[in-house]
């Protein structure tokens, strides 16, 4: 009897542990709101540029400027509902929002996605723009992969996932805009809804 007891009490330990490193109140919701978010601003970006004179996209064309914004804008409401919906979540479980582990997964998912936004933003001011899409998915991969080990370990699954997608559009660049919206739309949905039926139904 007191060798259960003993064992139970280690894997409480080992809970309250894992709980006190990790940030655990992601919201599911948020990323399939984000990943519907994304397959708006891709069909409003397709139909803009389809109906357009060209065709496609040229940098300094207006059409570009547009869809970069419509990718700020995307960016932008999955940032906001990101961080409504998991903070009412936090509550909820009476968890902090902002500790140390918050800040931890913070760092470690910005630091790759900002040296890749960077990098992306310079290759385009060089006017080469055939691998975007693809080091976008590559880079926003590595960042979830990077703050996942101070999140639910499930994150690093859709990290793997969008790296895969990057390098299979880095061969194939002229589908580029096909891999963003599996990437970044249908994946976040799939993933979304798994992490939703896994953690937060309940």
Not at 15 to 36: T, V, W, Y
Not at 51 to 62: K, P
């Amino acid at each position: 009897m007191e060798s259960k007891d003993y064992l139970k009490d280690i894997s409480e330990i080992k809970d309250l542990m894992n709980k006190s490193s990790r940030f655990i109140s992601l919201s599911g919701l948020s990323g399939i709101l984000a990943g519907i978010y994304a397959l708006i601003g891709a069909t409003i970006a397709y139909w803009l540029v389809t109906t357009s004179v060209r065709g496609y996209l040229i940098l300094d064309g207006t059409i570009f400027r547009i869809c970069f914004a419509i990718l700020l804008g995307v960016a932008f409401l999955s940032i906001v509902t990101g961080i409504y919906l998991t903070t009412k979540k936090a509550k909820k479980n009476n968890e902090k929002i902002w500790d140390s582990s918050s800040k931890r997964l913070l760092f470690n998912f910005l630091v790759p996605l900002i040296t890749g936004g960077i990098y992306i933003l310079i290759i385009l001011n060089q006017e080469r723009y055939g691998h975007t899409a693809a080091l976008m998915l590559i880079f926003y991969g590595l960042a979830l992969v990077s703050a996942s080990k101070y999140s639910i370990g499930d994150i690093k699954y859709l990290g793997f996932t969008e790296i895969i997608l990057g390098l299979i559009c880095a061969l194939i660049p002229s589908y580029g805009f096909w891999f963003w919206v599996l990437g970044f739309g249908v994946m976040h949905i799939v993933y979304g809804t798994w992490m939703y039926f896994k953690y937060d139904k309940n």
